[in-house]
């Protein structure tokens, strides 16, 4: 089992930054891909940022690039999203996640099979 927490999520206005972390803990490996996702209400999960094993990989959901980066610390096993230039719509729990498969750098929430319980961001206009 793995287990995935999240944290740094708050009130930040419009513009601001924040940055989230995962800790992962359990039968943990570098070897698994990182995904960051993101729910609004009455909106599907979506996906927002990941990141490959060694670092080498990352991807973005286009309304992210630029503004947010996604970076990992395997020696401490943790994953990061650095959130910049925070708008409104990027109002969300924040959910991340581990990939099913090593190795693959999937955008679809079918390609993690272990999630955290989210932290909550709310930017204000």
């Known amino acids: 089992q793995v287990q995935l927490v999240e944290s740094g999520g708050g009130l930040v206005q419009a513009g601001g930054s924040l940055r989230l972390s995962c800790a992962a803990s359990g039968r943990t490996s570098s070897s698994y891909t990182m995904g960051w996702f993101r729910q609004a209400p009455g909106k599907e999960r979506e996906f927002v940022a990941a990141i490959s094993w060694g670092g080498g990989s990352t991807r973005y959901t286009d309304s992210v690039k630029a503004r947010f980066t996604i970076s990992r610390d395997n020696a401490k096993n943790t994953v990061y999203l650095q959130m910049n230039s925070l708008k409104p719509e990027d109002t969300a729990v924040y959910y991340c996640?581990?990939?099913?498969?090593?190795?693959?750098?999937?955008?679809?929430?079918?390609?993690?099979?272990?999630w955290g319980q989210g932290t909550q961001v709310t930017v204000s206009s």
């Open positions: 996640a581990r990939s099913r498969l090593p190795g693959v750098v999937s955008t679809s929430k079918g390609g993690y099979d272990y």
